[in-house]
């Protein structure tokens, strides 16, 4: 059976291969294994989802608000289980977009784990998720995950990932800041 694909769209992963064609995480600012995260996204101008939404007029969908707060979470969950498991998003509750997110805007992104017992190595979380703009909450939600051991590699890319995130950008070409 054929599926519909945008003629821009990237191809299809290899069988067997998830690949995030986005990543919504800029920087790491802060970590806490097992309880929370900050991170930065930086909302560019040049990003393909301002093409349609929407032309002339480009506004952030509420649904990479969420993917954002879903990536932070699974950069949460990497680094407390080693990235040897990984978060599946359940559910997401509570989600309200309080004001527009535009290019040149820079999120501020926390993700919070408030379960009531904080054992890292419970299977199931509820993580309280908020973003703001220049210290003004622009969304919120409540995502509901469950910690699974990686079977399909998304450890691996997490740490690829969280290397990078996390690396002096001076130091990755040999400066000293000093």
Excluded: Y
């Excluded at 790491?28 to 990003?47: C, F, M, Q, T, Y």
């Excluded at 998003?89 to 290019?103: G, I, K, Y």
């Amino acid at each position: 059976m054929a599926s519909w694909r945008a003629p821009h769209a990237s191809p299809p992963a290899p069988e067997g291969r998830q690949g995030l064609r986005f990543v919504f995480v800029d920087r790491i600012l802060r970590l806490d294994p097992g309880a929370a995260i900050e991170i930065v996204k930086n909302v560019s101008a040049a990003e393909d989802v301002f093409d349609d939404h929407f032309p002339g007029v480009p506004i952030l969908p509420g649904a990479l608000l969420v993917e954002t707060f879903e990536q932070a979470t699974q950069l949460l969950v990497g680094v407390t289980h080693d990235f040897a498991r990984v978060a599946r998003l359940d559910r997401v509750s509570r989600a309200a977009f309080r004001v527009l997110v535009r290019p040149g805007d820079q999120l501020s992104v926390t993700c919070r784990r408030r379960d009531p017992c904080p054992e890292p190595d419970r299977a199931r979380w509820t993580v309280a998720a908020t973003a703001a703009v220049t210290g003004r909450t622009v969304a919120t939600a409540t995502l509901d995950i469950t910690i699974v051991d990686d079977h399909d590699g998304v450890g691996e890319r997490l740490r690829a990932l969280h290397r990078t995130l996390t690396r002096d950008a001076l130091a990755l070409v040999g400066i000293d800041p000093r």
